[in-house]
């Protein structure tokens, strides 16, 4: 019966982390913008590749 | 895109298929740069700017990302430097670091977010920029002492992203939703988790426990305690907040049975388990607050979707003369730029904060700060939106855009309100107080019958009752109800004050009419001048009419358009008589007979606006404006609710307005405007509530007076805060079903209140005979609203359908 205690208590312990996993990243704006951060990683850094690129996509239109 | 390029050989293109390599509208007139076609010079600076910062990948991200670029000039954001203005707008300031955010409504694509993002190349001084796509805001910090906040503004400016800068607290408040939206997800979150592991622990009670482990049950019921703690103090608190609020200011709102009920349902829950009764409700109550708070998020995304926020279609559009070349148009405000130049007239307001041209002017600024004393403003001194000029007439550049609800804002000021209150507003505070004591009573008794008939259900019914009874969907009623009228009236260009109006409205049995520029038209008028007067006079005649915005002022004006360049000193108008001033010196009169000093009888069959010169009577316009079209039917169709027609004109018209409206209404002439005053309050004191239609000038003490004020308008919009509406002239033949609308309005409010007092009665009487638990109860209640909203909203568009595109189209 002891062992149910037991079990019961670490369940409620990981749940309770989780819930405050949730309520820190609402609170520090992670659903604040879901688009803008999906496209900023798609932007290239460095100019070379830039440039490259840039050429790719005149080529193909 | 490559067939775009002048030298592909592909030269059968007209010019309007060339889209502009910028922006993508179809090029008038091309400019090359690089290959690439532009539609204007904007565009071409914007790329040439671009290009000369390698930052040509835009082009790249999106086709044709930009926006058309209007012109700006190097001062349009020089007021951002000013300190008080600056701590408004900035997040964070220091010597060397400041943050500051701007709204962009132009982000609309990839490109965008990119060019955004970059702006540290395009200026040292700018330390990172951050877009956020969804809020379409810019997030930028930067050096002060590298770059000042009017150079960013004109900066994103030049490569087609003008912000948006709001100094009301309009941005604030939307700030301020989302962080209440996301307040109340977290109180979803905690109310949702401590429901399911509620339930999680009560499943041997559910299931029936073997006596031989009581003391697990035990251990279970703490937890369930220790789990409803938290909803009990954090994920329920709007109603706890807001009961306790109404208790402390000895009132009794619609939350506080729900606060009790939740309150009693916790404390018996406890007790229960502390006294070891028994297993306790609270997977009820958990449960209860989380069907309540799901309830409510989705009571908020739907009154979103419904929001009738006064968008731009509600608001009347005020316009205002703009310099365009050598002449002077009329311009809505809205579409008014920095920079542009702006003429306002006497007595009318000054649309936007602009920097004054000419040396002085008197600046009346009553309806922003109730001081009535005229200010003096000096030559490249600020005036501020919202004032309302004295005198003669200025010409200002514009500072600073202009917003609408701005000028709504000061429509809305406590010195014009009506002093009677909302009837309905009333009416529902008194009714939910009562309510709210009925419920409680209906749940004392029922608690006491369900005590004696079967005590274990006594919590749960009350409980149920308590929350099932909330009369939430009654309060929403009349404004969702109004709030979707008042954008239907927009539509059809009859602009209202307030929600408060339409219900005066509904209530009018009395309309009054002026005439000059209400039955009548403000243009295409039949002027014969009888009198002599040399080129050099009807200049100043034309030059003195153009400070008025009179209809018989601005219809001379238009009709004598000879003589530029005069300027009139001492410029007065009083209003229902002339206007006068100093023109080379001379003393220049335009107006009544009495008023320009003639006194020999006289009749004439129109309107006529005499001319006296140095003190000399030289002669008379005789106007006559035709009548507006499909009057004659509207009248007929009003019948004996239009009782009078007013006018400060002489009798000229008499007979053409005898055969225009029905023999019962009453024709007056020559009324000044303090008689218009007296004889509205007279048909006030014989208990009628009376609508006014007048040109909001002459009028506006009659205005005021009147139950409903509307002033009539055809080009410029005369900003007269006394009245109540603002009606476009060619829709003064559509009163009747403006007035029919706003009746059948008051039926909508009837309706809806019938409609959630039949809801609640039956779901009442569910609760009372103890078919409705508690979680269901939480689920019926917000639903309850959502079903009024919806109804009213469809109603109101139903009934606009019906009472106004048959005739007004």
């Not at chain 2, 406890?270 to 799901?294: M, R």
Request: proline share 4%.
């Amino acid at each position: 019966m002891s062992i149910i205690v037991l079990l019961i208590s670490i369940s409620l312990t990981i749940a309770i982390i989780f819930l405050l996993i949730f309520y820190w990243s609402m609170k520090s704006g992670q659903y604040d913008d879901t688009y803008t951060p999906s496209i900023r990683m798609l932007f290239e850094d460095k100019k070379k590749e830039k440039k490259s690129s840039a050429e790719k996509k005149k080529h193909s239109t | 895109m490559a067939t775009l390029y002048p030298d592909s050989g592909n030269q059968t293109l007209t010019e309007q298929d060339v889209k502009c390599y910028h922006c993508g509208e179809p090029c008038d007139e091309l400019l090359w740069q690089d290959d690439k076609p532009f539609c204007c010079y904007g565009c071409k600076t914007v790329y040439e700017i671009l290009s000369a910062n390698d930052l040509c990948e835009y082009y790249d991200l999106e086709k044709n990302p930009g926006t058309t670029l209007r012109h700006v000039s190097d001062e349009a954001y020089v007021y951002l430097d000013d300190p008080q203005i600056r701590k408004k707008i900035l997040g964070f300031d220091s010597d060397t670091f400041a943050r500051v955010q701007f709204y962009i409504p132009a982000i609309h694509c990839v490109s965008c977010i990119w060019l955004l993002e970059n702006l540290q190349n395009l200026n040292a001084g700018i330390l990172r920029s951050e877009v956020n796509f969804v809020q379409k805001t810019a997030t930028i910090d930067f050096n002060p002492t590298h770059i000042r906040l009017s150079e960013i503004a004109r900066l994103i400016t030049s490569v087609g992203y003008a912000p948006k800068i709001n100094l009301d607290a309009e941005t604030g408040k939307m700030t301020q939703r989302a962080s209440y939206d996301k307040s109340l997800v977290l109180k979803l979150t905690v109310a949702g988790f401590c429901f399911g592991n509620v339930m999680l622990f009560s499943f041997p009670e559910y299931l029936g426990l073997d006596p031989s482990e009581g003391q697990l049950a035990q251990i279970f019921s703490w937890l369930n305690i220790l789990l409803s703690i938290p909803v009990l103090l954090y994920s329920d608190s709007y109603y706890m907040v807001s009961a306790w609020k109404s208790y402390k200011q000895r009132q009794i709102n619609i939350d506080v049975p729900i606060a009790v009920g939740l309150i009693a349902l916790f404390g018996r829950s406890v007790w229960d388990i502390v006294t070891g009764y028994g297993p306790g409700y609270l997977d009820s109550f958990t449960g209860l607050v989380f069907f309540l708070l799901i309830g409510r998020w989705f009571q908020n995304k739907t009154y979103e979707s419904l929001a009738f926020d006064r968008d731009f279609k509600s608001y009347f559009p005020l316009a205002v003369l703009r310099k365009a070349k050598n002449d002077w148009e009329p311009v809505v405000v809205y579409n008014l730029e920095k920079g542009d130049q702006i003429k306002v007239r006497n007595m009318e307001i000054i649309p936007a904060d602009s920097l004054l041209l000419d040396n002085e002017a008197f600046i009346d600024y009553s309806f922003v700060t109730g001081e009535s004393k005229p200010v003096l403003v000096k030559k490249g001194e600020l005036v501020y939106a919202g004032g309302k000029l004295i005198g003669q007439p200025i010409t200002l550049v514009i500072e600073n855009r202009t917003s609408q609800s701005h000028l709504t804002s000061l429509w809305n000021n406590q010195v014009f309100q009506k002093p009677e209150e909302s009837r309905y507003k009333r009416l529902i505070d008194k009714a939910a107080k009562r309510f709210t004591w009925v419920i409680l009573g209906i749940t004392a008794v029922s608690g006491v019958y369900w005590y004696m008939a079967n005590p274990s259900q006594v919590w749960l019914i009350i409980t149920s009752i308590l929350i099932v009874a909330c009369p939430c969907a009654l309060a929403l009623t009349a404004p969702f109800t109004y709030g979707n009228m008042l954008r239907v009236f927009g539509k059809n260009n009859l602009y209202l004050k307030n929600a408060d109006v339409i219900e005066r409205m509904a209530a009018v049995n009395a309309v009054v009419f002026d005439k000059t520029g209400t039955v009548t038209h403000g243009h295409d008028p039949e002027i014969i001048f009888t009198g002599e007067l040399s080129d050099e006079e009807k200049g100043w005649v034309h030059t003195l009419t153009g400070y008025s915005t009179h209809p018989l002022s601005k219809l001379i004006h238009k009709y004598l358009h000879i003589g530029q360049g005069n300027v009139v000193e001492e410029f007065k108008e009083i209003p229902g008589k002339g206007i006068e001033g100093f023109v080379s010196g001379i003393r220049v009169r335009v107006g009544s007979a009495r008023f320009t000093g003639f006194h020999e009888r006289f009749e004439d069959l129109s309107s006529t606006v005499f001319v006296a010169i140095a003190e000399e009577v030289r002669g008379y316009f005789s106007v006559r404006t035709a009548v507006r079209k499909n009057i004659q039917e509207m009248l007929g169709r009003l019948g004996d609710r239009c009782v009078a027609m007013l006018s400060g004109d002489s009798k000229a018209d008499y007979v053409q307005m005898s055969t225009l409206f029905q023999p019962a209404t009453q024709l007056l002439f020559n009324q000044s405007p303090h008689d218009k005053l007296h004889y509205i309050s007279n048909l006030q004191h014989q208990h009628k509530q009376v609508m006014m239609l007048g040109d909001g000038l002459n009028d506006s003490g009659a205005l005021k007076q009147a139950d409903v004020g509307i002033a009539v308008t055809d080009d410029t919009g005369v900003f007269t805060p006394a009245c109540d509406g603002i009606l476009q002239g060619d829709r003064v033949s559509g009163l009747d079903k403006f007035l029919s609308l706003a009746k059948s309005a008051t039926g909508i409010v009837k309706a809806g209140f019938v409609l959630s007092f039949t809801y609640n009665a039956i779901a009442l009487s569910f609760a009372v005979t103890g078919h409705l638990t508690p979680l269901v109860a939480a689920i019926l209640m917000p639903l309850s609203s959502i079903c009024v909203v919806v109804f009213t909203t469809v109603a109101v568009n139903i009934a606009a359908k019906r009472h106004l595109t048959k005739q007004l189209a």
